[in-house]
């Protein structure tokens, strides 16, 4: 059987995503597929799934939109909580290789060995998140984080123009 590199296969991945942006009617249908792409097509993204901020709740809230992968007991995350807070309030991705050592980390599943957390924005502003954990540890490299982000922005310029 002829295998294909990692780069080929985020190459297709990606590509995948931006046949989904044009095929789905809406940032909620997109947001659905790209949780299900990634989640069926990335061995080692195993929960996958977004945060968005709840609009005008005061303190701010992340709220669980689509996912894909066991249920979490988190369904609302403070910005004050959790690598997904972490993620929202500094606007910046975040990367965890071992989520054992870090103490902000909010457990979901006892599985979980390393997650990513990528900020969605909307017109300049965090607006949500996507969140992929890992039964692997260290399971998101440069590359990985590149194709989340891409997702991210997709899915960020989907919404600002809704
Ligand atoms: N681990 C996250 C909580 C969400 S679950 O991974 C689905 C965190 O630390 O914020």
Request: net charge negative.
């Amino acid at each position: 059987m002829a295998t294909i590199s990692k780069a080929e296969k985020l190459d297709a991945v990606r590509k995948d995503v931006d046949r989904l942006n044009s095929e789905t009617s809406n940032a909620d249908q997109l947001m659905e597929g790209v949780t299900v792409l990634l989640n069926e097509q990335m061995l080692k993204y195993n929960w996958v799934g977004f945060y968005m901020l709840e609009a005008g709740a005061d303190p701010p809230m992340l709220v669980l939109g689509h996912y894909q992968g066991a249920m979490t007991p988190h369904l609302r995350i403070p910005l004050n909580q959790g690598i997904c807070g972490a993620a929202a309030s500094s606007g910046k991705t975040v990367v965890v290789d071992d989520v054992s050592k870090d103490p902000r980390y909010l457990a979901c599943s006892i599985e979980t060995k390393s997650e990513i957390v990528v900020p969605v924005f909307v017109s300049g502003l965090v607006a949500g998140e996507l969140d992929i954990d890992s039964h692997f540890a260290a399971a998101f490299d440069f590359q990985d984080r590149k194709l989340v982000e891409y997702c991210a922005q997709i899915v960020g310029k989907r919404l600002e123009s809704e």
